[in-house]
């Protein structure tokens, strides 16, 4: 029995290289659209919310607030029919803060959230303890994810 040459090796080899890109790319363009959703970022309309109070935050979320106030964070917290959303800033030097809503609206995918936090004024006096922002809403729950910005 002949043994191919290093030439026909070569040919057969590249022959399946390519055989092989083509199902792959096949396979890629019949189900690379599975579980991919575009996203039209266009808002539909705003969102109404309720400010949460801190006697009235559920206890898991007070806890989970407790754990994470150090630093800036955001989380949404599912109870009911309701979504919990927050947004903390981490620690302040002083005292004398607040956060003010930007916008709050649905998109065709997603809910947007955007606060600001906002400093004490000069004229106010400042407490000298430490302070952790944050804020709580509560809203209908969308079933949609939440974008802080």
């Not at 206890?59 to 754990?67: D, G, M, S, V, W």
């Not at 106030?69 to 607040?98: H, M």
């Not at 997603?110 to 004490?120: A, D, K, M, Q």
């Not at 709580?136 to 079933?143: F, G, L, S, Y």
């Amino acid at each position: 029995m002949k043994q191919p040459t290093y030439k026909e090796n070569r040919q057969g080899y590249s022959i399946l290289c390519f055989a092989a890109a083509i199902a792959l790319l096949t396979v890629i363009g019949l189900y690379g659209g599975c579980g991919i959703e575009k996203t039209d970022g266009s808002k539909i309309s705003d969102l109404e919310y309720e400010m949460v109070e801190e006697e009235n935050i559920p206890e898991e979320l007070k806890a989970k607030i407790e754990e994470k106030k150090a630093a800036s964070f955001k989380l949404t917290y599912e109870g009911d029919s309701y979504i919990y959303i927050v947004r903390g800033y981490g620690e302040q030097e002083t005292g004398g803060y607040s956060i003010q809503i930007l916008e709050f609206y649905h998109t065709q995918n997603s809910v947007i959230f955007h606060t600001n936090l906002i400093g004490p004024s000069k004229d106010e006096l400042k407490n000298t303890a430490p302070s952790y922002p944050y804020i709580v809403i509560r809203t209908q729950n969308p079933n949609k994810n939440v974008i802080f910005k």
